[in-house]
């Protein structure tokens, strides 16, 4: 019986570790995904952003603003993610009573926090480039 649990174990340990290869690869696709939607935001806001270049705004100013909306595009969806994630467990609690289903919070707390960093991460090359525009350049941009 020794035996069977140590393979049991073994057999839980990797798949463990495929489902969180598996669950990494999603949330760096995640971050490309909203890495492209920023992008194509800060083309689409170039005027806007050499308005408030010109009234005044620093690089720093336009950094931050598109570094907080990568942050809050990555913490909403992060936040769906963990809470789909904890609700189907704690949902096939009560249709599944003979096998105890335990939830680790460290684990959701852990997800949401690589979720968000992947995420601000991969909003930096945005809001740098949004960061970088030349003021004239920028409210020449048509």
Not at 96 to 108: H, M, N, Q
């Amino acid at each position: 019986m020794a035996t069977v649990v140590k393979v049991a174990k073994t057999i839980s340990a990797g798949l463990i570790v495929v489902f969180i290869l598996a669950a990494s690869v999603s949330v760096i696709v995640g971050g490309v995904g909203i890495m492209n939607i920023l992008l194509a935001s800060v083309e689409h806001r170039t005027r806007e952003i050499g308005v408030r270049m010109s009234l005044g705004a620093r690089r720093r100013d336009i950094l931050l603003q598109f570094l907080t909306e990568a942050l809050i595009l990555g913490s909403v969806g992060s936040l769906v993610g963990v809470t789909v994630g904890l609700g189907i467990p704690l949902v096939l609690r009560f249709f599944i009573t003979r096998v105890a289903i335990e939830i680790s919070p460290l684990s959701a707390v852990l997800a949401f926090a690589f979720s968000s960093v992947i995420t601000l991460l991969f909003g930096v090359v945005p809001a740098y480039r949004a960061a970088r525009l030349s003021p004239t350049e920028a409210l020449r941009y048509e």
